[in-house]
């Protein structure tokens, strides 16, 4: 069973960043086109960013300019970087695959906050 393990999530200060991770069991990462969601206080899950297995990325609108999708698939490893945080950014962040996604993992809190 493929286990996605979500960290690096926080509280920060609007205007603030954070990097978040995504480790996987096997070699997930590097096959498949993969995608940070997000999912807020009583709100659908969405997508964030999304990159695929050729390294094309895709981004919300509303994170077009602060956020950076990446992987390293030495490390087996996606990341999220963060820039100028918002208040409206604060949700738990969960990776998964872009299409037919597994299990969700237990993902991450980031509070944007002053």
């Known amino acids: 069973q493929v286990q996605l393990v979500e960290s690096g999530g926080g509280l920060v200060q609007p205007g603030g960043s954070l990097r978040l991770s995504c480790a996987a069991s096997g070699r997930l990462l590097s096959i498949y086109d993969m995608g940070w969601y997000r999912q807020a206080p009583g709100k659908q899950r969405e997508l964030v960013a999304d990159i695929t297995s050729g390294g094309i990325t895709n981004y919300k609108d509303s994170v077009k300019g602060r956020f950076t999708i990446s992987r390293d698939n030495a490390k087996n490893t996606l990341y999220l970087q963060m820039n100028s945080l918002k208040p409206e950014d604060t949700a738990v962040y969960y990776c998964?695959?872009?299409?037919?996604?597994?299990?969700w993992g237990q993902g991450t809190q980031v509070t944007v906050s002053s």
């Open positions: 998964n695959k872009r299409f037919r996604q597994l299990p």
